[in-house]
């Protein structure tokens, strides 16, 4: 039997980017340098993928299957050839100066390849996009020239970002959870800083990041209005890696436990002076929650390419599968499915772009400034002075103050949206394409198990499917609502009962 062939895969998988964004497309005519920035960015994902994921993928799941702690090394230096890392930093602070728009676009491409690959070189734009919710541009800044510097020697610095513990996931995302959350993690004030102890666990990337923002309460009897955004190194005492985790997909991004005993950071450490949860982090998961319904998307259009070239090549009763009508219908589904996931994070990135987090990073027309000005000019000490300046700081925290209720509701809506639909649908063609391979869909080799295993976890992290169920009722439905609990009690009237 003749199994999957990446040659004829690449083939079958080279839409064009009008053919794939239609709605990007036409909003094109009236952005054309957005329009060239999505189209350049696709290009280079599409070489990216299948010059260093597509030959290489299986490769490094067997590798990690040998040994969890193993790290696909070469995708990380050639995705820094590639300037991946540093896309969506502004070029003022060195960076690309693409959207965060334009690397889910690139994520979407990556993931079809291999989901583990693109978390490994993704996870850090929820670190960039925490430490740009904070309004700390000082603290941007440093952030930015770590990875930027070390994408142009060849040495990647990655970050992490640390939120979920041992008794608390979902609820350390949302604020009506947290405040019943338990906590066993906790930054203490102390002389020139705090003092970080506890535990963080499952974080991607966690074991080979340099550089962790990792959330914190410095109170846990008031956990809301006193957690905040902490940027600690690998190598400040008392921080320590602990278990890398035996995954069952993406095994290409290491999980791992961190784990803090008495270490101490300086009071430069804790981002900005407002607390984290609320606005700021409602504006990171509006955004990057959409990133995940990008793989979510990448999971159902790599299912569905594999099962295409399959139907392609291999017979059943003497013809070809796919001129079979039951393998026809179940083609024409899971491609249904790809543009209906599509669609719902393009929704989810031109919300966020338009009421979101991407929105105060263009404010005042900056992206159109920066594009002007020469290179050498944004990496002036001046311009440097002025972008990390208080006022700056201070204007900063002020545009997200003024983001209209309704602007932020809108976007946190379209991300959770986005997030359950797309990899719920990602999930969904998993389970079409076995039924179209049926049991040599078992076999490694296909990549059709390996993306069934890496799109489950799509369906947890950045708030599990169901957390996001919630958010999409209290920010889509009935916005405001802050009641989790919405069983009535014994004894509540109900003025309405629904009968059979």
Aim: net charge positive.
């Amino acid at each position: 039997m003749k199994h999957f062939d990446p040659e004829a895969f690449t083939a079958q998988s080279e839409q064009s980017f009008s053919q794939m964004y239609p709605a990007l497309a036409a909003l094109g005519k009236h952005r054309p340098q957005a329009l060239k920035d999505y189209e350049r960015i696709l290009r280079e994902a599409r070489r990216f993928r299948r010059e260093y994921i597509e030959p290489h993928a299986l490769e490094v799941e067997r590798a990690v299957m040998r040994d969890p702690t193993y790290v696909a090394e070469g995708a990380i230096r050639a995705a820094s050839e590639y300037g991946f890392f540093s896309t969506m930093i502004p070029r003022a602070f060195g960076g690309g100066g693409l959207s965060f728009g334009a690397m889910i676009i690139a994520l979407e491409e990556l993931g079809a390849g291999c989901l583990g690959i693109s978390n490994l070189l993704g996870v850090h734009g929820l670190a960039l996009a925490t430490v740009s919710a904070t309004g700390d541009l000082a603290a941007m800044e440093k952030v930015s020239r770590l990875l930027t510097s070390g994408e142009r020697a060849g040495r990647p610095h990655l970050l992490s970002t640390a939120i979920t513990e041992p008794s608390a996931g979902t609820d350390v995302e949302d604020a009506d959870f947290l405040r019943v959350a338990r906590l066993v993690s906790e930054a203490t004030p102390v002389r020139g800083g705090y003092r970080l102890n506890g535990r963080k666990v499952f974080i991607s990337n966690g074991s080979i990041a340099h550089t962790h923002v990792v959330i914190l309460p410095t109170d846990k009897k008031k956990p809301v209005e006193t957690t905040f955004a902490f940027l600690v190194e690998t190598t400040t005492p008392g921080f320590r890696v602990g278990r890398v985790e035996r995954k069952m997909g993406q095994k290409a991004c290491p999980a791992a436990e961190l784990i803090f005993e008495d270490c101490f950071v300086p009071e430069s450490a804790r981002l900005n002076s407002k607390p984290l949860p609320g606005r700021a982090i409602e504006l990171v998961l509006g955004a990057t929650r959409g990133g995940v319904g990008a793989w979510g998307t990448a999971a159902a259009r790599g299912a569905f390419e594999r099962a295409l070239v399959h139907a392609k090549t291999q017979r059943l009763d003497g013809r070809f599968l796919i001129d079979h009508q039951w393998v026809q219908i179940k083609l024409a589904d899971m491609q249904r499915n790809v543009m209906l996931a599509r669609a719902s994070y393009v929704d989810a990135m031109l919300s966020n772009e338009l009421f979101g987090l991407s929105r105060l990073a263009a404010r005042n027309g900056m992206n159109e400034i920066q594009r002007l000005l020469p290179q050498r000019v944004l990496d002036s000490a001046a311009v440097k002075k002025v972008m990390t300046s208080r006022r700056a700081r201070e204007g900063f925290q002020a545009a997200i103050d003024e983001l209209a209720d309704w602007e932020v509701d809108t976007a946190s809506a379209h991300g959770s949206a986005a997030k359950v639909s797309c990899t719920d649908l990602g999930m969904v063609n998993c389970h079409l394409a076995l039924e179209v391979f049926g049991a040599a869909g078992l076999r490694h080799d296909s990549g059709i198990e390996k993306i069934y295993r890496d799109a489950k976890l799509l369906q947890i992290y950045e708030g599990t499917n169901q957390l996001n169920r919630i958010e999409l009722y209290k920010r889509g439905v009935n916005r405001g609502a802050t009641g989790l609990d919405l069983t009535p009690r014994p004894g509540t009237p109900v003025e309405h009962e629904v009968q059979p």
